[in-house]
């Protein structure tokens, strides 16, 4: 004879019991006895709070469905658990970005309000916060039905719809009186903004692009490292070495300094990349030459004049052609670089 076994339930136990063509569940508080050839299976049940629910797969069908709490929760004969998710919570300025796998459906939800997951759905981006538009501040939205690219300036607290994406946050470009911009629009055009404009402060365009310039930088102006963005259009210093010879072989290195001003931006832009570099280079020929001509004796006495006529008297329509005006040049050091 054979001698049925026991088992004794709690409240948040259950057993899974399988036979040759069956199988059925007991939910605890319980004492159960197994017949023979029974197979059982005793498991916990899943308590779920206020904020958890979980997602559950019916192995006979295959659908998928949550079960809320709070409850202590029982699994049915063919459910499999397969995870314990949590409520998330959305603050009144943020949002959170949904996919249905099955549909392809995008879904957007704004706080203030707590949300779950539908059971197909996944999260297609993590909670994030609206950008606060104001005077100063807009948003470059992509339409992804349209490939078209949007502006949003009207103050709010702006959250994109399923089919918006933002691409970026434009600040407004705030120009000084001598402030000048370049602005490459999407024809490939060259726009100029002033400080001395009424327009003074603006927005770019989503499609327009604010020109970045790369300068030679540097004692030496070996290396074009300075980027700029606005061009300042005041008188400026300069300061720039090289080496030199003067008629008698003696190599020296000498220390310019230039009162320099940018004029004519347009000019600048259809003539040079590299104003500073031109600059330099062209004086650098002319002051060398100029040195070349003269022995070290008389350019000790007279240096100043000697480079002054060599770089603001020679060729006016070098700069003039970049847009530059050169107000005045100095000597700043000229050392003999063999001591003897």
């Known amino acids: 004879m054979l001698l049925p076994w026991i088992y004794f339930l709690k409240e948040d136990e259950q057993l899974l019991i399988e036979s040759f063509t069956r199988r059925r569940v007991v939910n605890g508080p319980k004492v159960y006895f197994a017949m023979p050839l029974e197979r059982v299976r005793r498991r916990k049940a899943y308590t779920l709070g206020p904020t958890e629910y979980l997602l559950v797969r019916d192995i006979l069908t295959g659908n998928l469905r949550n079960e809320f709490g709070p409850c202590l929760y029982f699994p049915r004969v ?33 706080g203030e309000k707590s949300i779950y997951l539908e059971p197909t759905e996944r999260v297609l981006s993590d909670v994030r916060e609206g950008i606060n538009i104001d005077e100063h501040t807009a948003v470059v939205v992509l339409d992804t039905l349209t490939g078209q690219r949007e502006m949003i300036t009207k103050p709010q607290v ?13 600040k407004r470009i705030r120009l000084e009186d001598h402030e000048t911009v370049v602005v490459k629009d999407r024809q490939g055009r060259y726009l100029f903004r002033r400080g001395s404009a009424d327009e003074r402060s603006f927005f770019l365009d989503p499609y327009s692009e604010l020109v970045t310039f790369t300068w030679s930088a540097g004692l030496h102006k070996e290396k074009r490292s300075l980027q700029i963005t606005h061009i300042d259009s005041r008188p400026k ?39 500073p570099g031109d600059v330099c280079s062209h004086a650098r020929s002319a002051i060398i030459q100029a040195v070349s001509q003269v022995p070290l004796e008389t350019f000790l006495q007279s240096f100043n004049a000697i480079v002054r006529q060599a770089v603001l008297e020679s060729d006016n329509a070098f700069y003039n052609e970049r847009g530059v005006k050169l107000h005045a040049v100095e000597v700043r050091s000229a050392n003999c670089k063999d001591a003897e």
């Open 158 to 170: 702006f959250i994109p719809g399923p089919a918006k994406e933002i691409i970026g946050v434009s």
């Open 78 to 110: 063919s459910d499999d658990p397969i995870e314990r998710r949590k409520l998330t919570t959305l603050k009144v300025n943020e949002y959170i970005r949904l996919i249905d796998d099955r549909t392809g459906e995008i879904r957007v939800e704004k």
């Open 237 to 275: 210093f300069m300061w720039y070495e090289f080496e030199a010879r003067t008629q008698d072989n003696v190599e020296l290195a000498l220390g310019i300094t230039f009162f320099w001003q940018i004029v004519d931006v347009e000019a600048m832009v259809k003539s040079t990349d590299d104003t």
